[in-house]
């Protein structure tokens, strides 16, 4: 799978309740490698996703807040067209 084509698919928790869009990915480094730490979702994410909210006197510079992000270990499947997570997951 593209980490690309997660991008723009609902976030739902298993029981159906709606927490938005994917916006953007994070990732971790280990070693030469990359990992998927979590998903980027809601409104709040779409603003960072633009750069909007970016650090102040750093131009360009992102303001990652975790508040948005779901953790990957939080994703159960990614089914088409969206991607579920474990009942209990919230965003503020």
């Known amino acids: ?3 690309s084509s ?10 159906g309740r709606k927490l938005g869009h994917v916006h953007d990915v ?3 480094r280990r ?6 730490s ?3 979702v809601g ?3 779409l603003l960072e996703h633009f750069g ?12 990652h807040k975790t508040e948005n992000v779901v953790p990957w270990d939080a994703v159960v ?3 088409a067209g969206k991607v579920v997570v474990r009942d209990g997951t919230e965003l503020p």
């Open 38 to 40: 979590g998903v980027v």
């Open 6 to 15: 997660l991008l723009r698919r609902s976030v739902v928790t298993e029981s």
């Open 1 to 3: 799978m593209r980490l």
């Open 77 to 79: 499947r990614v089914a």
């Open 52 to 63: 909007i909210g970016t650090a102040p006197g750093r131009p360009g510079t992102k303001i």
């Open 26 to 28: 994070r990732a971790v």
């Open 31 to 36: 070693g030469d490698r990359l990992f998927v």
């Open 43 to 45: 409104r709040h994410g």
